[in-house]
């Protein structure tokens, strides 16, 4: 194994995981988790701040359960998210739904149930306010500051899908007036994995501005988007100055403010991003003259990050590589159909052999909630190692024949006959 690897728990411990739950299996740390919720919560302190979680990161119900635990409300941004927490037992008023070309249904669906409505296009609130009068709702604005890890993750930038433009908000003041919905809350989200702590100052400003605009201002939403080191050596985020710097900010803001106003956080990755592991197991090892591949039992169906963003993940062979030949460099592919599926290029690595686990780091956010069963492939298992030490399945994985009965089942095709007469 690689010296100083950044593992967040002991190798033996993941390849004890890797030979009794198999692989491809996603692991995640309980106490990491928590002690990330607990170092996030201690950043403003005496500050109305609060804290929501990007339930996209990773929604694993045994995930979302343990970060309602340590006081997080939630970010949802699908009706079936918002159900999600519902039926997991969370009040409706600690969920915030950050609606993207949302349907009458999913409007009605979240809006009776007593959720927050985060309302981003006029002609979207002008359907709630219709439907509504005489409630509440939130605004997400584009602030048209952006920044994010990738093009695809910018969403603050004045051509993104999302938000109400900053020129139209008098508008959506207009609107809601008309009919009595109080706008209590504003929002922006500038992207994912933001690059530069000056940008989300920026946005903190946009919004605090904007909101003077809006009489019945309760709460100012940041959005998330904070990043986290995925390279060796890649320093992390400096939160505790970023939150002074916002600190400062904000208690001006307040000092000055009619009503009280409370302000919230959404961030998904940084949580849950480093206290999980996506367990693999190489199966091929070929030299194709210029690269030589290690071939693994899972793809870009499974962590689809390095194909979508050109994202780097960290890759660590667990197996006892002592007594090897000294370390190559190596492509690390996967199993799915095209060349594209890359989970790392150009990675030295002790000499790898079929049969070896590898772990690849990183991988608790957007990892499973991404992962699809392109190819026809089963999802992977899950594990939790909890807080106590317990290694815990939290979601099982299908036997090929599970998921290939599950999928005629689903296709009303179980009973087809070969001719496909059914
Ligand atoms: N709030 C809103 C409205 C969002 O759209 C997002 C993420 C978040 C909060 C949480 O952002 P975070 O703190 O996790 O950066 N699949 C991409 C990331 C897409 C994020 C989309 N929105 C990736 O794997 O990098």
Same mark, same amino acid.
């Given at each position: 194994?690689?010296?100083?690897?950044?593992?967040?728990? *002991?190798?033996? %411990?993941?390849?004890?995981?890797?030979?009794?739950?198999?692989?491809?299996?996603?692991?995640?740390?309980?106490?990491?988790?928590?002690?990330?919720?607990?170092?996030?919560?201690?950043?403003?302190?005496?500050?109305?701040?609060?804290?929501?979680?990007?339930?996209?990161?990773?929604?694993?119900?045994?995930?979302?359960?343990?970060?309602?635990?340590?006081?997080?409300?939630?970010?949802?941004?699908?009706?079936?998210?918002?159900?999600?927490?519902?039926?997991?037992?969370?009040?409706?008023?600690?969920?915030?739904? #950050?609606?993207?070309?949302? #349907?009458?249904?999913?409007?009605? @669906?979240?809006?009776?149930?007593?959720?927050?409505?985060?309302?981003?296009?006029?002609?979207?609130?002008?359907?709630?306010?219709?439907?509504?009068?005489? #409630?509440?709702?939130?605004?997400?604005?584009?602030?048209?500051?952006?920044?994010?890890?990738?093009?695809?993750?910018?969403?603050?930038?004045?051509?993104?899908?999302?938000?109400?433009?900053?020129?139209?908000?008098?508008?959506?003041?207009?609107?809601?007036?008309?009919?009595?919905? %109080?706008?209590?809350?504003?929002?922006?989200?500038?992207?994912?994995?933001?690059?530069?702590?000056?940008?989300?100052?920026?946005?903190?400003?946009?919004?605090?501005?904007?909101?003077?605009?809006?009489?019945?201002?309760?709460?100012?939403?940041?959005?998330?988007?904070?990043?986290?080191?995925?390279?060796?050596?890649?320093? /992390?985020?400096?939160?505790?100055?970023?939150?002074?710097?916002?600190?400062?900010?904000?208690?001006?803001?307040?000092?000055? $403010?009619?009503?009280?106003?409370?302000?919230?956080?959404?961030?998904?990755?940084?949580?849950?991003?480093?206290?999980?592991?996506?367990?693999?197991?190489?199966?091929?090892?070929?030299?194709? @003259?210029?690269?030589?591949?290690?071939? #693994?039992?899972?793809?870009?169906?499974?962590?689809?990050? /390095?194909?979508?963003? *050109?994202?780097?993940?960290?890759?660590?062979?667990?197996?006892?590589?002592?007594?090897?030949?000294?370390?190559?460099?190596?492509?690390?592919? @996967?199993?799915?159909?095209?060349?594209?599926?890359?989970?790392?290029?150009?990675?030295?690595?002790?000499?790898?052999? /079929?049969?070896?686990?590898?772990?690849?780091?990183?991988?608790?956010?957007?990892?499973?909630?991404?992962?699809?069963?392109?190819?026809?492939?089963?999802?992977?298992?899950?594990?939790?190692?909890?807080?106590?030490?317990?290694?815990?399945?939290?979601?099982?994985?299908?036997?090929?024949?599970?998921?290939?009965?599950?999928?005629?089942?689903?296709?009303?095709?179980? $009973? $087809?006959?070969?001719?496909?007469?059914?």
């Amino acid at each position: 194994m690689q010296a100083n690897h950044p593992l967040p728990v *002991d190798p033996d %411990r993941l390849l004890a995981i890797a030979e009794k739950w198999g692989t491809p299996t996603y692991v995640y740390l309980e106490a990491m988790i928590r002690e990330r919720c607990r170092s996030l919560k201690s950043l403003f302190p005496e500050m109305p701040v609060s804290w929501l979680y990007a339930v996209k990161a990773n929604d694993n119900p045994h995930v979302i359960r343990i970060i309602a635990g340590e006081g997080f409300g939630f970010d949802t941004v699908s009706y079936e998210e918002v159900l999600l927490c519902l039926k997991l037992g969370t009040d409706p008023r600690n969920i915030f739904y #950050t609606e993207n070309n949302m #349907t009458d249904a999913e409007m009605h @669906g979240a809006a009776s149930q007593g959720v927050i409505l985060n309302i981003g296009s006029l002609g979207r609130l002008a359907a709630f306010c219709k439907a509504y009068p005489g #409630t509440e709702c939130s605004i997400r604005i584009k602030p048209d500051i952006s920044d994010g890890h990738h093009a695809k993750v910018d969403t603050g930038n004045q051509d993104s899908k999302f938000g109400i433009r900053l020129d139209l908000v008098p508008e959506a003041v207009n609107i809601a007036r008309k009919h009595g919905v %109080r706008i209590r809350g504003i929002h922006a989200h500038i992207g994912s994995g933001i690059q530069e702590p000056e940008n989300l100052l920026a946005e903190i400003e946009v919004l605090l501005k904007s909101s003077v605009n809006l009489q019945d201002i309760a709460f100012i939403n940041f959005g998330g988007g904070i990043p986290i080191p995925y390279r060796p050596g890649e320093s /992390p985020f400096d939160l505790e100055r970023f939150a002074d710097l916002a600190s400062d900010r904000l208690k001006k803001f307040l000092a000055g $403010a009619k009503n009280p106003v409370s302000f919230f956080f959404e961030p998904g990755r940084w949580i849950v991003g480093p206290a999980g592991v996506l367990l693999t197991q190489a199966n091929t090892v070929k030299d194709q @003259g210029r690269k030589s591949f290690i071939g #693994t039992d899972t793809g870009f169906n499974h962590l689809l990050r /390095p194909a979508l963003y *050109d994202a780097y993940h960290m890759v660590v062979n667990l197996s006892g590589t002592t007594g090897r030949e000294e370390d190559k460099t190596y492509h690390i592919a @996967g199993n799915i159909c095209e060349s594209g599926d890359m989970l790392a290029l150009d990675r030295t690595l002790p000499e790898t052999r /079929p049969g070896d686990y590898l772990a690849v780091l990183d991988a608790g956010a957007y990892g499973m909630t991404m992962a699809s069963q392109y190819n026809r492939r089963a999802l992977p298992a899950e594990v939790l190692i909890t807080t106590e030490g317990y290694h815990k399945t939290i979601r099982s994985r299908k036997s090929p024949e599970e998921t290939v009965d599950d999928f005629l089942r689903e296709t009303g095709m179980a $009973a $087809a006959q070969p001719d496909g007469v059914s």
